[in-house]
């Protein structure tokens, strides 16, 4: 069995989610239960989604409250984990040496401290975030994970953070119960498919399966960091789904777990 470090796709979902105890917040819990600790985190989130290459290199990072809208309790949140510059070093060496040392912009956002606040709850492991550069084609970003993939087997953990299936011009604000729209129903098991498979490149270049991946991905934002674990993955890296289920009837909350 590999020593490596898994890499996690996380569908976050609704920032209120940092504050509440439900079916996926319980599964993030038991993820960060059965895995051990690692010495850092690299966050790939959907909402630093900027026009360059960037990592957080900072020694404390503040928790970004990139929403609207939200109840005052959400704003307060915290969750003060401590950054890395080292590891934003490794990061910056192993991409070639052209990103952008951010040490005093951003920090952790939404996608990253609602997800983490449940599996590592004590914000005791360093976290750095790194960009998505919004200006280039899925397949160079499946292609700049790759070059991330030793920091698995320097007991980094590597996460995405959107979601698989992410369109809020279809969401159902605040009804209960929603049955996810079949479109989203059909492309959440194509991709599980492929994923299972091995079969990436269709995902990478999602915009040819068609009309399903159009209405589940309308932006890229939220389906990019899903792109980043895929790259990571080894020859004998197990692959699973350990969280999974609709949010409002167009949000997939499914987690993969690569190794």
Request: proline share 7%; net charge negative; with cysteine.
């Amino acid at each position: 069995m590999s020593d490596r470090m898994p890499a996690i796709f996380f569908g976050h979902g609704n920032p209120m989610n940092a504050l509440a105890d439900n079916q996926w917040t319980r599964l993030w819990a038991s993820i960060g239960n059965n895995i051990r600790r690692p010495k850092a985190i690299l966050s790939i989130s959907a909402h630093w989604y900027i026009p360059a290459v960037a990592v957080t290199a900072m020694e404390s990072p503040r928790t970004v409250h990139d929403f609207g809208g939200f109840p005052k309790e959400l704003f307060e949140f915290n969750y003060p984990a401590v950054g890395s510059p080292e590891i934003a070093g490794r990061v910056n060496e192993l991409l070639g040496g052209d990103v952008h040392m951010d040490e005093n912009n951003w920090g952790l956002d939404h996608g990253t401290w609602s997800v983490l606040c449940h599996v590592f709850p004590d914000a005791d492991v360093p976290v750095v975030q790194l960009s998505i550069d919004e200006t280039r084609p899925p397949e160079w970003h499946y292609k700049l994970a790759k070059k991330l993939a030793p920091l698995r087997d320097e007991d980094i953990l590597i996460i995405g953070s959107g979601n698989l299936i992410h369109n809020l011009h279809a969401y159902a604000w605040g009804k209960h119960d929603v049955q996810p729209f079949d479109w989203a129903l059909r492309f959440e098991k194509t991709a599980r498919e492929l994923i299972t498979a091995g079969d990436h490149m269709p995902l990478v270049n999602y915009g040819s399966l068609g009309k399903d991946a159009m209405l589940s991905a309308p932006t890229p934002d939220h389906y990019l960091p899903l792109i980043y674990i895929l790259g990571l993955v080894r020859d004998d890296d197990v692959v699973s789904f350990p969280v999974g289920g609709f949010d409002g009837g167009s949000i997939s909350m499914t987690t993969v777990r690569i190794g």
